[in-house]
């Protein structure tokens, strides 16, 4: 997509929002090129006691333009004026262009709770919080509504969060197979899955590192999560090193959340999750994905819907107090008749946590390599299929506390996680609302250093530290000292030890 700019821009914000209009969109020099992409004209300028946006978006032969105004408020800095005036003006033009409005206006932010959070930390009522949602953000009241519910939920599950509370994440990345729609790090093949012994003696050397490094520094683990790819890809005897290396340097009866990830039912066996029920694990995931073995065919899930209620049976007789399942919207193949179905079926299982994404295309992703049309704009019926899990997880009260969206997914919906009161995943919220630090260790792992509440009153300070992406780099990896080195710096300049 072209784009001409004129003014002081935040271009990756205009360019996330054309991607709502015009799905996969491309920008850069070949696009810019491009006599034939669709173009977007903006002039942001000074106009008396505000800022004036400008825009003109032109596809297919047909434009549509649209000038707006907004004042300079209290509280708004300029920044955030011209992003709510271009953003309005942007959504506007493009709206009339493709007859379309985006449920999310002129929301792109991964965390589209965040501006409710701000709203309501400022002594809006839950009310006005909707209401100015709808008609600055230019939200759809229903997803105004969502959007404050799951900021009333954070904030009730947060509380007051200490400087000295953290969690741990321990990466497995690989997977027994791949999924078309996958842009994760996961490795399938049998020479990279030959690598998995040598990968957790290296992993558990570097966690035993991290962790005296947490306890020398007096930090509480309040959560671990151990993730992937596809944990329980790991065999009983290797998973039972895994979880003792785990249980030798830190008091896991003393977490809040112990969580395995094991979303793919053909990894889990009683035997796996005896050992995880022996070490300490209280929450699993066993996601079917869809509960339409065609459509599961399609995306290259090994697995059947029998073979999805097996595993999910194991799991609720293992002794392990919480089970996560994963459903996607909009998966190619999939419809309302049969994604309502699944839902039902769900919902009459009871797990404690139902997250519902809607599926998203990334670049990375085989899907993309096989032919036709992954991108939407409206959706198809991925809307309606929205829209009914959240009536029906209500209805069986189950209530919203976290929410993410990611860009180029159908109809440009978002994420949700549901959850029985009481049952709420921990970890979900602590990575996402980033309020304290996430000590990360393995293959493609990122610890996240947050000082939540800075001494002058700022935003929260973040800093990030990566490991190797690729599993046999990181057998090579040597850097796990220096971390812990630059972990305990953060704390010490930030005076939170």
């Not at 409710?116 to 002594?123: I, N, P």
């Not at 909009?330 to 139902?354: M, V, Y």
């Not at 189950?398 to 049952?423: D, S």
Request: hydrophobic fraction near 35%; glycine fraction near 8%.
């Amino acid at each position: 997509m072209r784009l001409f700019l004129n003014g002081d821009i935040n271009v990756y914000y205009i360019q996330t929002l054309c991607m709502i209009f015009f799905p996969g969109a491309k920008f850069g020099s070949d696009a810019q090129n491009d006599p034939d992409a669709p173009a977007l004209y903006l002039n942001l300028e000074p106009h008396e006691e505000g800022l004036r946006a400008t825009v003109t978006v032109m596809a297919d032969g047909k434009s549509a333009s649209c000038e707006k105004y907004y004042p300079f408020a209290e509280g708004f800095t300029r920044d955030k004026t011209a992003k709510m005036v271009c953003g309005a003006a942007v959504i506007s033009a493009c709206g009339e262009l493709m007859g379309y409005r985006p449920s999310w206006g002129m929301l792109t932010g991964v965390r589209p709770s965040k501006v409710a959070t701000e709203l309501l930390q400022s002594g809006m009522s839950k009310t006005r919080v909707k209401k100015t949602l709808a008609s600055d953000y230019l939200v759809i009241p229903k997803k105004a509504a969502l959007a404050t519910d799951v900021a009333l939920n954070e904030q009730r599950l947060i509380g007051n969060p200490s400087p000295k509370d953290c969690s741990i994440y321990i990466s497995i990345p690989f997977c027994p197979s791949r999924c078309s729609y996958c842009s994760f790090v996961s490795y399938t093949s049998p020479k990279l899955l030959s690598l998995i012994p040598e990968y957790l003696v290296h992993l558990a050397k570097d966690f035993e590192e991290t962790a005296k490094k947490i306890n020398e520094m007096g930090l509480r683990v309040r959560t671990v999560y151990i993730g992937g790819g596809t944990p329980t890809i790991l065999d009983a005897d290797q998973l039972r090193f895994l979880l003792s290396k785990i249980a030798e340097q830190i008091d896991v009866s003393s977490l809040e959340e112990f969580t395995l990830e094991s979303g793919r039912p053909d990894t889990i066996t009683a035997e796996k999750f005896a050992v995880a029920k022996e070490y300490g694990v209280t929450r699993v995931c066993v996601n079917p994905q869809t509960m339409c073995d065609e459509v599961l065919k399609g995306i290259g899930r090994s697995h059947s819907a029998e073979d999805f209620l097996r595993a999910f049976e194991i799991a609720k007789n293992s002794g392990i107090p919480y089970i996560n399942t994963d459903l996607i919207v909009g998966l190619p193949g999939d419809h309302f008749k049969t994604f309502s179905a699944t839902f039902d079926k769900i919902l009459s299982l009871r797990p404690e946590n139902i997250t519902v994404h809607t599926f998203c295309v990334k670049k990375a992703a085989d899907i993309l390599h096989q032919g036709g049309t992954v991108y939407s704009l409206r959706g198809g019926d991925a809307g309606k299929c929205v829209d009914y899990t959240q009536l029906k997880a209500s209805q069986e009260g189950y209530l919203p506390y976290y929410m993410y969206r990611q860009k180029n997914t159908v109809g440009n919906f978002e994420n949700v996680g549901f959850a029985l009161e009481g049952a709420e995943g921990l970890y979900n919220i602590y990575m996402m609302e980033e309020i304290h630090s996430i000590f990360a260790v393995g293959a493609g792992a990122v610890s996240k250093m947050v000082d939540y509440r800075p001494a002058d009153g700022g935003k929260p300070i973040i800093e990030r530290l990566f490991y190797p992406k690729y599993p046999y780099e990181y057998l090579k990896d040597d850097s796990t000292r220096e971390k812990c080195e630059t972990m305990e710096k953060f704390y010490r300049e930030h005076g939170m030890l």
